[in-house]
């Protein structure tokens, strides 16, 4: 086996993208990357070649993440949130933008216009759209395709 340096070398980056793509925190990554190789290190002696390195070393990264994930659970504090402030305009612009929506779907002829109030208003999946309308799910999604186009056709001057 190479020495846990050349290890290092050759893997830290593939571990620490495989855990950015578990906390999406670059920080928490690196953090969590030094964590995996001190645990590898540690438990190296365990290492017997019967997978590669990098397989050992995610599964490592795994449980260490799992663990930190185990040790600061997710706190819902409000404070803390960025909660945009809503004004009197933005609503008004957003209700004049949503009559817009409804008036250009309105206009839309059938199918056209229920798959889109099934897929947007009624948050059906195209496999739910197709059997509420005694159809295949291809032909749902094709039609929403075809009416989002028409839509599109409209907006444009």
Known sequence: MQSMDEIYQQYA???????????HDSDLAEELTQETFYQAIRTSNHYD?????????????????LTHLRKHPAQDNIE????????????????VERMELFRLLHSLEDPYREVMYLRIFGDL??????QVLDRSENWARVTYYRGKEKLKEQLQP
């Open 49 to 65: 070649e019967s997978c590669r390195i990098t397989t050992w070393l995610c599964g490592i990264a795994r449980n260490v993440y």
């Open 13 to 23: 980056r593939t571990v620490y993208r495989f855990l950015l793509s578990l906390t």
């Open 125 to 130: 999946s195209f496999r739910e759209i197709a």
């Open 80 to 95: 803390e949130q960025d909660i945009p402030v809503e004004s009197a305009e933005k609503d008004a612009i957003r209700s």
